[in-house]
């Protein structure tokens, strides 16, 4: 497999990882996410990882990498379905993720992005509300 699919869904883009990450396919979707973001204007990026069994500093730090580039071209991004293992050996291996929202199921994931646009398109700011 060259690339990972990164599917269309309105306004948001759903990947979902079935296979083993290496490096080059990791750093394929990168460019791939960030290609579609601007190409369909998706406010939010849904990523299931619930298929990965092992994820290493690399791999951990592309989903960064990936809700970072999001963020800067004004979308939202939640990993979803992360197994036990996975969670242990990022928090063993120091890495808290930054900008990465994460839920348990794809449905509480879509629900956290619907959310979050609803909010920019209304003008409702988290932040400033609990301020």
Known sequence: ???IPVLRM???LL???QVDMHDKLALQLQDDVTH?????????????ISSL?????????MLANVAAMSRVLGAET????????????????????????????VEAGMELLLTAAAET???????????
Do not use: H, K, N, W
């Open 121 to 131: 398109a209304y003008g409702f700011d988290d932040e400033r509300s609990q301020a």
């Open 15 to 17: 990947i979902t990882i």
């Open 78 to 105: 939640v990993v979803v379905g992360m197994q036990p293992a996975v969670a242990i050996t990022l928090v063993e291996l120091g890495m808290s993720l930054p900008g990465v929202r994460t839920a348990l199921s």
């Open 1 to 3: 497999m060259d690339r």
């Open 36 to 48: 579609r973001i601007t190409e369909y204007g998706s406010t939010g990026v849904l990523i299931d």
């Open 10 to 12: 309105g306004s948001l």
């Open 53 to 61: 069994e092992i994820v290493d500093s690399f791999i951990g730090r």
